[in-house]
C-alpha cells in the first residue's frame, strides 16, 4: 500500500528560526517519486521539489534543503532563517510506477515576526 | 504556458442546482486530476485520466458526481444535483509523468 505521513500537524517558530517538516512514506515499488508542495494561504498548490527514488543526493535551493533517505523511508524538508512568506501548509507526496499521486494530510507552519 | 487553468474562480449555488467545474490542462500533459479539499478531510482524489480515459474514480463520492474528459485540453467535473456538503475547493492538476501542476482552484459554495 502506498502512504505518506506528515505527524507534524502544526508548527510554529519564530521568524529565523530554522525549522523541519518531517515526512515518512510508505511503498512496495522500488520506483517511485517524492514531492513537496506549498500551499500559501491564498490557496494554490505550488510544486516545490521532486525526488527519484534513486537519487538520495540531499538538495539545498536557497534557504530550502531536502533530506532524502530510503533506509528510513523519510523525506524531509528544512528551511533555514524561517521568514514569515514561509507560512503555509506544506503537503508531501509519493507516486508510484501508476499515475497516482498519495498526499499526506499536510503541515501548517506558521512564522511569527 | 500559461499553467492548469480552472473556471470558475468562485461559484455560489443553491442546492439543488448543478453546478459544472472547467479544467484547461497544460500543453501535453497526459495526466489529469480532480482534488477536493476541505477542512475536514484534506485533499482527497476524486478521479483521474490517464489520455483522456478515466482511471480511477473510486474517489467519487456519489452519483452525484460526475467527470469528463472529451479531449486533451479540457475536462468537466459536474455535480448534479448539488448540496451544501459538496461546499469546498475543487482542483484540477496536470502531470507528464513526474510533477503534478494545481490549478487555483474553484471555491464552491452551496447553500
Known amino acids: 500500500a502506498q502512504k505518506v505521513t506528515q505527524a507534524q500537524t502544526e508548527i510554529s517558530v519564530v521568524e529565523k528560526e530554522d525549522v523541519t517538516l518531517d515526512c515518512v512514506y510508505e511503498?512496495?515499488?522500488?520506483?517511485?517519486?517524492l514531492f513537496w508542495y506549498k500551499q500559501p494561504p491564498s490557496g494554490e498548490l505550488v510544486f516545490l521539489i521532486r525526488?527519484?527514488?534513486?537519487?538520495?543526493q540531499n538538495e539545498i535551493s536557497g534557504r530550502y534543503s531536502w533530506n532524502f533517505q530510503k533506509s528510513t523511508s523519510s523525506f524531509n524538508f528544512t528551511i533555514t532563517a524561517s521568514q514569515v512568506v514561509d507560512s503555509a501548509v506544506y503537503f508531501c507526496?509519493?507516486?508510484?510506477?501508476?499515475?497516482?499521486?498519495?498526499f499526506g494530510t499536510g503541515t501548517s507552519l506558521t512564522v511569527i515576526p | 504556458d500559461a499553467g492548469v487553468i480552472q473556471s470558475p474562480r468562485h461559484e455560489v449555488t443553491e442546492m439543488g442546482q448543478e453546478v459544472t467545474l472547467r479544467c484547461k490542462p497544460i500543453?501535453?500533459?497526459?495526466?489529469l486530476f480532480w482534488y477536493r479539499q476541505t477542512m475536514m478531510r484534506g485533499l482527497e482524489l476524486l478521479i483521474y485520466?490517464?489520455?483522456?480515459?478515466?482511471?480511477?474514480d473510486s474517489g467519487m463520492p456519489e452519483d452525484r458526481f460526475s467527470a469528463k474528459m472529451p479531449n486533451a485540453s479540457f475536462s468537466t467535473l459536474k455535480i448534479q444535483p448539488s448540496e451544501p456538503r459538496d461546499s469546498a475547493v475543487y482542483f484540477c492538476?496536470?502531470?507528464?509523468?513526474?510533477?503534478?501542476?494545481f490549478g487555483q482552484g474553484t471555491r464552491l459554495t452551496v447553500v
Open positions: 492538476a496536470s502531470s507528464l509523468r513526474r510533477e503534478a501542476f
Open positions: 511503498t512496495r515499488d522500488t520506483t517511485y517519486y
Open positions: 525526488r527519484n527514488s534513486f537519487d538520495e
Open positions: 507526496a509519493l507516486k508510484g510506477p501508476g499515475n497516482q499521486f498519495y
Open positions: 500543453s501535453g500533459h497526459n495526466s
Open positions: 485520466f490517464n489520455n483522456n480515459v478515466p482511471i480511477d
